[in-house]
Antibody, heavy 119, light 106 residues
């Protein structure tokens, strides 16, 4: 079925940096597009960034220019380098795997989330 | 970017009731919609893909419909374990936008 484990969250000061990791197991990591989604305190889900199988990268407007997504298929891993962090980035960050069915993407496997606190 | 507007923002219903959540897209997006169930402290869970297809392992009391700009998620015969926040998401463009969420209290 597959599993994702997110890690790397923690407290960080405004203006600081943090690197999140997502490790996959139980599936062929390189065959799937991957994404990061976050949920701020008292807020809904917000798509943050994605990287497809060839390595094309996508960012939401709120993080573009500050966050960098990457993947290492050999290690079944994805990363999110977060720079110039601000209060608005405080959230639980989830990694998610994409499957394509009927032409539509859906996020079928999610990591447990890692909490980032900017304060 | 495609915007997704969900309604209602919250609802309360009783066990055995039928509830419907609506999601409207800011432009036509065919059937490129997924629905997720999210419980506090847990990872979101995919329940519906391509608008009307039930994800494996999800109870058949969940159903989805719609195309273009109007989509619905229906839970028939509501159960206590269905208490959660439900989100729609579009994958028509590369902003993968979520709706604002609907909190369902049973």
């Amino acid at each position: 079925e597959g599993q994702l484990v997110a890690s790397g969250g923690g407290p960080v000061q405004p203006g600081g940096s943090l690197r999140l990791s997502c490790s996959g197991s139980g599936f062929i990591f390189s065959r799937f597009d991957m994404h990061w989604v976050r949920q701020g305190v008292g807020k809904g889900l917000e798509w943050v960034s994605g990287v497809d199988r060839p390595g094309n990268k996508y960012y939401s407007g709120s993080v573009k220019g500050r966050f960098t997504i990457s993947r290492e298929n050999a290690n079944n891993s994805m990363f999110l380098q977060m720079d110039s962090l601000s209060d608005g980035d405080t959230a639980v960050y989830y990694c998610a795997r994409t499957v394509v069915r009927g032409g539509a993407d859906s996020f079928d496997i999610w990591g447990q989330g890692t909490r980032v606190i900017v304060s | 970017d495609v915007q997704m507007t969900q309604s209602p923002s919250s609802l309360s219903a009783s066990v055995g009731d039928r509830v419907t959540i609506t999601c409207r897209a800011s432009q036509s997006i065919s059937t490129y919609v997924s629905w997720y169930q999210h419980k506090p402290g847990k990872a979101p869970n995919l329940i519906m893909y391509a608008a009307s297809n039930l994800q494996s392992g999800v109870p058949s009391r969940f159903s989805g419909s719609g195309s273009g700009t109007h989509f619905t998620l229906t839970i028939s015969r509501l159960q206590p374990e269905d208490s959660a926040t439900y989100y729609c998401q579009q994958s028509y463009d590369t902003s993968w936008t979520f709706g604002q969420g609907t909190r369902v209290e049973v």
